[in-house]
Structure formats: structure tokens, C-alpha cells
């Protein structure tokens, strides 16, 4: 009876533990916050930003069935609007081609040195954001960038 009992028990543990996996993540991997990056002199001044989900990250429009798959929205400051791509309302092309790396286009910042918030969003194959809990899954990093200077 004891071990039916602890056996019934290590099972609700681990069905506990597995839904908690459950809900979608995301987090940035590379820059860590606080980094400070040197801009390159390319006129888009790009960096790569590495993010990590437990979601399939595939571009948009490619997941199908699958519940659990969706592509990562970038904006660079999202407070404001001063780093946005012309004719779009974020700073990535992650949407349109998946996976875990991202550009983030500092070029197009109307002060591109100094402090930034990077700032990531979870979506699913129709643009909407992954929510939890009614919030949807995101992520910020605060960065320094500095221009590279000429040699």
C-alpha cells in the first residue's frame, strides 16, 4: 500500500513538473545584459542576437499544426519607435526566415551609440504573440553600443 502510495505521488511530481516545461519560453542567449557591444561600419551597423525557446522556431507561416512552433518578433528599444525598420514596427527579419539568430539593425536608430533595450517577442504563425497566463512571452536585454572607430 505504502509503495502504491509513493509511487501514485513520484507520478503526480512528475506531471507537475512536465506541465510546468510546458509553457512557452524565451530568453536571450548572446548579448547577456549589460554587454557592450562595438558596432561595425557596415551602414545597417548589425549585431547577431541569439535567443533560446522551447517552441520550434521555423519562419512565419511554416508551422502548420504544430502548437508549439512559432518565430521571434525583435524591436530594438521597443518603448519607442526611433530604431524601427522603415515601413515596419520592429527591427528584425527573424519573422520572415526562423531559427534562433536575429539582426539587430542599429544602423537604423536615430542615435545608434549608447544604452539600448533589445527586446524579444514569441510569436505564432499569424503574428500574434504566444501569451502565458494572458501576457505574452518575452524577453529584454539592456546593451551599450559604441561605433566602431576607424582605423
Given at each position: 500500500m505504502l509503495r502504491k502510495l509513493l509511487f501514485i505521488s513520484a507520478l503526480c511530481l512528475m506531471s507537475a513538473e512536465v506541465q510546468a516545461e510546458e509553457f512557452p519560453s524565451l530568453?536571450?542567449?548572446w548579448p547577456q545584459d549589460g554587454t557592450v557591444i562595438e558596432l561595425g561600419d557596415d551602414p545597417e551597423m548589425v549585431i547577431g542576437v541569439v535567443v533560446k525557446s522551447n517552441f520550434a522556431l521555423l519562419p512565419a507561416g511554416q508551422c502548420g499544426d504544430n502548437p508549439r512552433c512559432g518565430h521571434?518578433?525583435?524591436k530594438i528599444d521597443p518603448e519607442?519607435?526611433?530604431?524601427d525598420i522603415p515601413d515596419r514596427n520592429y527591427n528584425s527579419m527573424n519573422s520572415d526566415f526562423g531559427g534562433?539568430?536575429?539582426k539587430a539593425r542599429f544602423g537604423h536608430c536615430a542615435n545608434p551609440e549608447g544604452p539600448h533595450v533589445i527586446g524579444v517577442l514569441l510569436a505564432d504563425d499569424r503574428h500574434?504573440?504566444?501569451l502565458v497566463d494572458g501576457k505574452p512571452v518575452t524577453a529584454l536585454?539592456?546593451?551599450e553600443?559604441?561605433?566602431?572607430t576607424t582605423r
Open positions: 530568453e536571450v542567449v521571434v518578433h525583435m519607442g519607435n526611433d530604431c534562433d539568430l536575429l500574434q504573440p504566444v536585454v539592456t546593451v553600443t559604441k561605433v566602431a
